[in-house]
Each structure stands twice: as structure tokens, then as C-alpha cells.
């Protein structure tokens, strides 16, 4: 069974930048479309960036968009998430998901199967 494992988050000031990773426990990852998605307290789990299995598509919520790159490099079975100019609205705990097959909506859940533990984001002078 595919595992994820974030990791990247921490505490950064608003206007700094983070990167975060996704690697996969098996040499498969290129096998699957990959999304972040983000949940703060009180607040519903959110679809942030998609990839598919290529990199050749991606997909971003339209309150990251211009702000975070995702990225991938299979051969590394890694994916990222490259954050710029956060804001204390980014601040959440942050997971990756795993796709098989067709995705056609990639930022909603309902379309991964596995799932990481999530890494925390902090946004806060």
C-alpha cells in the first residue's frame, strides 16, 4: 500500500516561503496524480495544487494561484510544493494525496485514495 510522507512545514513570517515535499514509500509515484490539500481549525479540508503523473498538468485553488508551484521528479518519488508570499490565511495543516487512473476533479478529495499525515504550516510575525 502506497504510504506519503510530508514534511517542509514550520513556523515562517507572512511574505516568506516554504517548500514542501511528498515522498512516496514505493518506487510507483509516477503512477499517480498527486494534490495538496490543506485544512485549518474549524475550516474544511481544501484542495490547493494538483499534478498528474506526467507533471505535464497541474491545477491550483485561485487563492494560491501566482504564490505556490507544485512540482514533482519521479525519479526522487517526491512531489513539492513550493510556497511564496504566505499569508496568515495559508496557515493549516498541509497533506498530499495519491490518485490512481482518470482524476477529473483534482482538487476534491473524493478523488484519492491514500493519503498522508499532513505537515503543519505556520504563518505568523
Known amino acids: 500500500q502506497l504510504q506519503l510522507v510530508e514534511s517542509g512545514g514550520g513556523l515562517v513570517q507572512p511574505g516568506g516561503s516554504l517548500r514542501l515535499s511528498c515522498a512516496a514509500s514505493?518506487?510507483?509515484?509516477?503512477?499517480?496524480?498527486i494534490s495538496w490539500f490543506r485544512q485549518a481549525p474549524g475550516k474544511e479540508r481544501e484542495g490547493v495544487s494538483s499534478?498528474?503523473?506526467?507533471?505535464?498538468?497541474?491545477n491550483y485553488a485561485d487563492s494560491v494561484k501566482g504564490r505556490f508551484t507544485i512540482s514533482r521528479d519521479n525519479s526522487k518519488n517526491t512531489v513539492y510544493l513550493q510556497m511564496h508570499d504566505l499569508k496568515p490565511e495559508d496557515a493549516a495543516s498541509y497533506y498530499c494525496?495519491?490518485?490512481?487512473?482518470?482524476?477529473?476533479?483534482?482538487?476534491?478529495?473524493?478523488?484519492?485514495?491514500?493519503w498522508g499525515q499532513g505537515t503543519q504550516v505556520t504563518v505568523s510575525s
Open positions: 514505493e518506487d510507483t509515484l509516477h503512477l499517480y496524480t
Open positions: 494525496a495519491a490518485a490512481t487512473g482518470t482524476v477529473v476533479h483534482a482538487l476534491l478529495q473524493y478523488e484519492y485514495t491514500y
Open positions: 499534478i498528474n503523473s506526467s507533471g505535464r498538468s497541474t
